[in-house]
């Protein structure tokens, strides 16, 4: 099939992947309803079209962290992404430079921060969790500053990992030993293109940035035991300030859902907040992140940068973020789809999509610029639907 949407990208993806590590990818917490939440709230957003206004001059450039962007969307930190293709995080990282936008790497990747570094020879953001080892965070930090981190995004939402059903129900979580092993073994071997790419020439399959402390350990069973046990769940906006002094660079803080953790994220020194429900895989009924994001944009307004995540699928739905008050976007899932399915070649490829759907959206709602996309490029659906007619 060829892939003409970022929802045809997570059915080849499906298609590829060995069964636990798709489930992983596609999965929240518990019911997943604001997962689910995450996408119904985008898609009940009605766009205002708009026409006869000379949209012959669309630009989807901006600066986000003192950094020229092509795009208003950067690649999220994605846990395990090194495992959903060979070496993973550095064929996203390529893919995101080519296209001019920021690539997160995530603390628990496959590819450590040097070995993306060195392959892609050029600097990307790095993503950290509060981990009770300080000293081991230091370390990190001072990596990232070595490989000229453009930004440190901060995960604040995971103190403890919430419980996502579909992990043990695959056998990727709760089966430990040789009875897990051989589970995830049986669902590789039905899937060979990926047992041939990343299973047998995609090694080492530990966690590069996290191997020096396991110690040897590499089962996906210690990966799971040593966040249990390292995720430090004492953080408080006081970690943030030791963050803080740690790093010299932009610094975004990443799982604000309340206006008031906005301001006091500010307070401490951040640069940015990224308004994420986790992608639904934390505290399932929370609000959406679309939900959440007006009242966040509107406390931290001109003091830092707005980002939000969750649910975002299409260029439309980049649009709508940004029209509820974001600066910019980060994609998580939607990217992982598409490295599944095609490796870098696939992410470069969501990314054009993405812009091309922006483009149309943009012409189509009277907008040139991306400072025009505001509330006013969105329709009012609770007046329509009080007063039968929209104004
Ligand atoms: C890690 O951040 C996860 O959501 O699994």
């Known amino acids: 099939m060829k892939a003409a949407s970022i929802s045809d990208y997570r059915a080849l993806a499906q ?21 689910r939440r995450n996408r119904e709230d985008l898609q009940a957003i009605a766009l205002r079209q708009r026409v006869m206004r000379d949209v012959s001059g669309i630009d989807l450039s901006g600066d986000l962290f003192g950094q020229s962007v092509k795009l208003p969307v950067a690649l999220a930190p994605v846990g395990l992404s090194g495992l959903y293709a060979r070496r993973g995080e550095v064929q996203a990282q390529r893919a995101a430079l080519e ?72 056998g990727l979580a709760g089966a430990p030993g040789l009875g897990g092993a051989a589970r995830r073994f049986a669902q590789a071997m039905v899937r060979p293109g990926w047992a041939y790419d990343v299973g047998l020439r995609g090694g080492p399959h530990s966690l590069g940035n996290v191997a020096p402390v396991l110690k040897g350990k590499t089962g996906i069973e210690d990966f799971f035991a040593w966040m249990r046990d390292n995720f430090d769940p004492s ?105 599944a399915a095609r490796g870098q070649a696939g992410v470069a490829d969501v990314l054009r999509l993405l812009a091309a759907e922006m483009r149309v959206a943009m012409a189509l709602t009277g907008a040139n610029r991306l400072a025009d996309l505001t509330a006013d490029s969105l329709e009012d659906l609770t007046h329509t639907a009080t007063k039968g007619s929209r104004r």
Request: net charge negative; aromatic share 10%; glycine share 10%.
């Open 99 to 170: 296209a001019g936008v920021p690539f997160t790497l995530s603390t628990v990747s496959a590819c450590s921060i040097e070995e993306v570094r060195r392959a892609s020879g050029a600097p990307f953001w790095f993503q950290l969790y509060m981990i009770r080892d300080r000293a081991f965070m230091a370390d990190l930090l001072r990596k990232a500053a070595e490989a000229e981190c453009g930004a440190l995004v901060f995960t604040v939402d995971m103190p403890v990992p919430g419980t996502r059903y579909r992990d043990y129900r695959s």
């Open 235 to 339: 953080v408080t906006w006081r970690d943030l300030e030791w963050v803080r002094s740690q790093w010299r660079g932009p610094l975004i803080v990443k799982g604000i859902l309340d206006p008031d953790d906005a301001r006091e994220a500010i307070r401490c020194g951040a640069d940015g907040v990224v308004v994420s429900n986790h992608g639904g895989r934390q505290l399932d009924g929370v609000l959406s992140s679309v939900a959440a994001l007006p009242r966040v944009a509107e406390a931290v307004a001109g003091d830092a940068t707005v980002l939000a995540d969750g649910g975002v699928r299409s260029g439309l739905d980049v649009v709508r973020m940004l029209a509820r008050g974001a600066d910019s976007v980060l994609i998580g899932r939607a990217w992982v789809y598409a490295l």
């Open 15 to 35: 298609a590829r992947l060995p069964h636990f590590l798709f489930e992983y990818l596609d999965g929240g917490s518990y019911d997943e309803l604001t997962l």
